[in-house]
């Protein structure tokens, strides 16, 4: 395993990811602050997500042909300079386009780093490699909201998005002086097509079309699992604010625990039966939230949740990595990471329609027929064409 090309780019994204879980408490009492309303604090929300979403292939397609090391220098500046703006942000619609901005540098990292990972990647270490890259993904996120929780006690919410900052550009000096830059071009670059005709071939790819629908589905939960269950717990049996964090964070923390051995685990077995077990354990653990009748029985299903997450993310890199072979790396970890975003976004407006209308216990089981159904169906479209 080429450490020396590794180890500085896994370390860096879980500086870079921390900053992002530092602010992720503050960030809402910081924009109430401001006199967001509800619309204005979705607006903020939104404004992140869609640049994002956004960039993400555009600068995935870029790095294939001008490098990766230059995107992630740029990303990780662009959090940087957002963690000094945000506390001098004046108005709501300040930090909707410092939002904005903050969501072009994230497009700049994790897709961008995916694919680093990817070219390293031997064939067949693949899920190996990409659970290296998820374990320091879910370590930074999920060890950040308890230091910003810490900084923001101690010294103020500033004291959150400067350390944010810090780490930002600490990151950016490991990037620039301990990892080598491939030059431009010689990163896997498939067959050289550009964005919108790779993307049509994607779709045209029974295997890579199911790949993608499978990201999009399996990412419908996060807003319901993460937003509502706060609301869920206080209604159901008035859970206090350290139960709900600890019912949330060990799900994160199983989760990274487990990516290196299921990385392994994705190299040796059958993708798709993975895939298929850990899309069957999410969608039932979503059918059985409304009917824990206590912080414990909760705590379980989470563990189970993230346990089948585990499954999942290396699984999915793993052939993610295996058709970006086809269409360039960089290409396929930015749409790879826009059906991300596309999931993100269907979850919350399903789970915010299905309050509405059968209310807040309903909505899990909802969302999670709706991922059983959309999952089984893309695996069934990869199966034909699976890779023996």
Same mark, same amino acid.
């Given at each position: 395993?080429?450490?020396?090309?590794?180890? !500085? *780019? +896994?370390?860096? #994204? =879980?500086?870079? @990811?921390? $900053?992002?879980?530092?602010?992720?408490?503050? &960030?809402?009492?910081?924009?109430?602050?401001?006199g967001a309303s509800g619309l204005a604090l979705g607006f903020i929300i939104?404004?992140?997500?869609?640049?994002?979403?956004?960039?993400?292939?555009?600068?995935?397609?870029?790095?294939?042909?001008?490098?990766?090391?230059?995107?992630?220098?740029?990303?990780?500046?662009?959090?940087?300079?957002?963690?000094?703006?945000?506390?001098?942000?004046?108005?709501?619609?300040?930090?909707?386009?410092?939002?904005?901005?903050?969501?072009?540098?994230?497009?700049?990292?994790?897709?961008?780093?995916?694919?680093?990972?990817?070219?390293?990647?031997?064939?067949?270490?693949?899920?190996?490699?990409?659970?290296?890259?998820?374990?320091?993904?879910?370590?930074?996120?999920?060890?950040? !909201? *308890? +230091?910003?929780? #810490? =900084?923001?006690? @101690?010294? $103020?919410?500033?004291?959150?998005?400067?350390? &944010?900052?810090?780490?930002?550009?600490?990151?950016?000096?490991?990037?620039?002086?301990?990892?080598?830059?491939?030059?431009?071009?010689?990163?896997?670059?498939?067959?050289?097509?550009?964005?919108?005709?790779?993307?049509?071939?994607?779709?045209a790819s029974r295997r890579t079309s199911g790949l993608l629908l499978t990201?999009?589905?399996?990412?419908?939960?996060?807003?319901?699992?993460?937003?509502?269950?706060?609301?869920?717990?206080?209604?159901?049996?008035?859970?206090?604010?350290?139960?709900?964090?600890?019912?949330?964070?060990?799900?994160?923390?199983?989760?990274?625990?487990?990516?290196?051995?299921?990385?392994?685990?994705?190299?040796?077995?059958?993708?798709?039966?993975?895939?298929?077990?850990?899309?069957?354990?999410?969608?039932?653990?979503?059918?059985?939230?409304? @009917?824990?009748?206590?912080?414990?029985?909760?705590?379980?299903?989470?563990?189970?949740?993230?346990?089948?997450?585990?499954?999942?993310?290396?699984?999915?890199?793993?052939?993610?990595?295996?058709?970006?072979?086809?269409?360039?790396?960089?290409?396929?970890?930015?749409?790879?990471?826009?059906?991300?975003?596309?999931?993100?976004?269907?979850?919350?407006m399903g789970a915010g329609i299905a309050t509405d209308w059968f209310g807040?216990?309903?909505?899990?089981?909802?969302?999670?027929?709706?991922?059983?159904?959309?999952?089984?169906?893309?695996?069934?479209?990869?199966?034909?064409?699976?890779?023996?």
């Amino acid at each position: 395993m080429p450490y020396r090309l590794l180890l !500085p *780019l +896994l370390f860096s #994204v =879980f500086i870079a @990811l921390l $900053g992002i879980g530092i602010i992720v408490p503050v &960030m809402p009492v910081f924009a109430a602050s401001l006199g967001a309303s509800g619309l204005a604090l979705g607006f903020i929300i939104a404004s992140f997500s869609i640049t994002r979403g956004v960039c993400q292939p555009v600068v995935g397609s870029l790095s294939d042909r001008l490098g990766r090391k230059g995107f992630l220098l740029g990303g990780l500046f662009i959090f940087g300079v957002v963690g000094l703006l945000i506390p001098a942000a004046a108005s709501v619609e300040n930090l909707v386009l410092i939002r904005a901005l903050h969501g072009v540098g994230s497009a700049m990292i994790v897709p961008v780093a995916m694919a680093y990972v990817s070219d390293l990647a031997p064939e067949g270490e693949e899920g190996r490699y990409m659970g290296l890259l998820n374990t320091a993904i879910f370590s930074g996120i999920g060890s950040g !909201p *308890l +230091l910003g929780g #810490v =900084f923001t006690d @101690l010294w $103020g919410m500033a004291a959150a998005f400067y350390a &944010m900052s810090s780490l930002s550009f600490l990151a950016l000096a490991l990037i620039l002086f301990q990892m080598p830059a491939m030059p431009a071009g010689t990163a896997r670059n498939g067959n050289g097509d550009g964005l919108f005709a790779a993307m049509g071939k994607m779709l045209a790819s029974r295997r890579t079309s199911g790949l993608l629908l499978t990201r999009l589905a399996t990412m419908i939960i996060m807003v319901p699992t993460m937003a509502f269950l706060p609301l869920l717990m206080s209604q159901a049996f008035q859970a206090s604010a350290v139960q709900i964090g600890v019912v949330i964070s060990v799900r994160t923390l199983i989760n990274a625990v487990l990516q290196g051995p299921c990385g392994r685990l994705a190299d040796r077995r059958d993708k798709l039966q993975l895939l298929r077990l850990g899309c069957l354990t999410i969608s039932g653990v979503m059918c059985l939230i409304p @009917l824990a009748a206590n912080f414990w029985s909760l705590l379980f299903l989470f563990v189970v949740l993230g346990f089948g997450e585990a499954l999942i993310w290396p699984t999915m890199g793993a052939m993610a990595t295996e058709e970006g072979r086809t269409y360039g790396q960089g290409t396929m970890m930015g749409v790879y990471n826009l059906a991300m975003s596309g999931g993100v976004l269907a979850g919350a407006m399903g789970a915010g329609i299905a309050t509405d209308w059968f209310g807040l216990k309903w909505s899990f089981p909802l969302i999670g027929l709706t991922v059983l159904v959309l999952t089984m169906f893309a695996i069934g479209i990869m199966k034909p064409a699976a890779k023996m």
